[in-house]
C-alpha cells in the first residue's frame, strides 16, 4: 500500500542531544513537509522540499536541520539549539506545489525530551 | 495578521445540530484551499477540498469567498462522530507552502 511513514511512534530523548525523525513515502510525490504541533495548537511549518537535493524554511525552522538526499525521504534533525522541542511532529507529502494537491500525512511522532 | 485565521471554539452542539466555521485568509493571490478533520492525538486527514463554485459532500458544503477572503464549512445533521477538530488549509500562490490554521474544535453532544 502506498503512504507516508514516520518513526518512531514515540521518542524520548534527553535535554541537549540531537534526535532524528525518519519520514518516508512510496507515493513518488514530489513536495515533504515537516509540521509541528503543540497541544491546542495548529500546524506550525518548520521545513518544506520541493524537489530531491532543495528545501526551504518554513516558519519555525530555528533550531532544526533537515535533508532531501532522496525522493522517498525527508528527515528532520531536532538540534539541542531547539529549546522547547516537546510536541508532535508531522510530516507530509504532496504531488506537487500547484492546485489543489492534497496533502497526505504520517501518524506523526511524539517527540518528548526530558 | 495571521496568514490563516480560525476561530478556535470551541463549538458544543446537539446531535442533529447545523453548525458552520469560517477561515480567513490574508493573501488575495492565494490558489487552492481545504478543510482537514483532525482527532485528538492524529495526523488531519482531508476532509474536502473547497472550489470557486462551493461544493458539497454529504451532509458536508464548503464555500469559498475570494472577495471577502474566506472559506467555510457547513455540517448539517452533526453526529457525535463528527466531534474533532477541523482545520483550515490554504495554498498561497504556489509558493510550495501549505498554511494550516489553529483549528476548529467541535464537540456534538447525545
Known amino acids: 500500500d502506498g503512504g507516508i511513514t514516520q518513526s518512531p511512534k514515540y521518542l524520548f530523548r534527553k535535554e541537549g542531544q540531537n534526535v532524528t525523525l525518519s519520514c518516508e513515502q512510496n507515493?513518488?510525490?514530489?513536495?515533504m513537509y515537516w509540521y509541528r504541533q503543540d497541544p491546542g495548537q495548529g500546524l506550525r511549518l518548520i521545513y518544506y522540499s520541493q524537489i530531491v537535493n532543495d528545501f526551504q524554511k518554513g516558519d519555525i525552522a530555528e533550531g532544526y536541520s533537515v535533508s532531501r538526499e532522496k525522493k522517498e525521504s525527508f528527515p528532520l534533525t531536532v538540534t539541542s539549539a531547539q529549546k522547547n522541542p516537546t510536541a508532535f511532529y508531522l510530516c507530509?507529502?504532496?504531488?506537487?506545489?500547484?492546485?489543489?494537491?492534497?496533502?497526505?500525512f504520517g501518524q506523526g511522532t511524539r517527540l518528548t525530551v526530558v | 495578521r495571521k496568514e490563516v485565521e480560525q476561530d478556535p471554539g470551541p463549538f458544543n452542539v446537539p446531535e442533529g445540530a447545523t453548525v458552520a466555521f469560517n477561515c480567513t485568509y490574508s493573501n488575495s493571490a492565494s490558489q487552492s484551499f481545504f478543510w482537514y478533520r483532525q482527532d485528538c492525538r492524529k495526523e488531519p486527514k482531508l476532509l474536502m477540498s473547497v472550489y470557486s463554485s462551493g461544493n458539497e459532500d454529504g451532509r458536508f458544503t464548503a464555500q469559498l469567498n475570494r472577495a471577502s477572503q474566506y472559506i467555510s464549512l457547513l455540517i448539517r445533521d452533526s453526529k457525535l462522530s463528527d466531534s474533532a477538530t477541523y482545520l483550515c488549509?490554504?495554498?498561497?500562490?504556489?509558493?510550495?507552502?501549505?498554511?494550516f490554521g489553529q483549528g476548529t474544535t467541535l464537540q456534538v453532544k447525545p
Open positions: 507515493l513518488n510525490h514530489d513536495a
Open positions: 488549509v490554504v495554498n498561497p500562490s504556489n509558493t510550495g507552502k501549505l498554511i
Open positions: 507530509a507529502s504532496t504531488w506537487e506545489t500547484g492546485t489543489n494537491t492534497e496533502a497526505f
